[in-house]
């Protein structure tokens, strides 16, 4: 298979080009006058690329086999030429979505690494504490609140959310 490139590269006289198509040269200049074909030129000569022999055979498929006119087959061609593309812009956008996908599972890689040190040195921290038989606690019983209180000292049954903060 040719990539797009070389789909792309003038080879093709009008006679062969005309010949490869069953197609008489004068119709490939009238579809050439129309815009449905733009062979390349060098000096007087046009020459058809391998993507010009495809888009005249399926011209002619359009014309002969579906009966469609030249102004259907203009038509049909120019939103191919729309969708083409949209497809190629859509492949790119999906390529950079790809690309920032893989980002970010390199950094949640990371990250997790991150954590799992993280884990690691709390517990050889634990474990080392627990050897020494010395546990930290903060004051009356840890929880950050003030010594010697406790957040449901007064309430019923000791229920209730600790007191809000008041903003200054």
Do not use: C
Not at 105 to 114: L, N, P
Request: glycine share 10%; hydrophobic share 30%.
């Amino acid at each position: 298979m040719f990539d797009q490139g070389s789909k792309d590269r003038p080879l093709y006289i009008i006679s062969v080009a005309a010949e490869l198509v069953n197609m008489h040269p004068q119709t490939l200049r009238l579809y050439e006058r129309r815009g449905l074909v733009t062979p390349k030129r060098q000096g007087k000569n046009r020459l058809y690329s391998q993507h010009d022999i495809e888009r005249l055979m399926d011209i002619h498929r359009l014309t002969q086999e579906l009966g469609i006119n030249l102004a259907g087959v203009e038509r049909i061609i120019r939103l191919q030429n729309e969708l083409d593309h949209l497809k190629a812009q859509k492949e790119a956008e999906l390529h950079e979505i790809k690309n920032r996908i893989d980002q970010l599972e390199q950094i949640k890689r990371v990250r997790e690494d991150e954590i799992e040190d993280i884990r690691q040195k709390l517990h050889d921290q634990i474990e080392g504490d627990s050897g020494s038989g010395h546990i930290e606690r903060g004051p009356a019983g840890g929880a950050n609140q003030p010594p010697g209180r406790s957040w449901n000292a007064g309430r019923p049954e000791g229920g209730g959310d600790p007191p809000a903060r008041r903003s200054q």
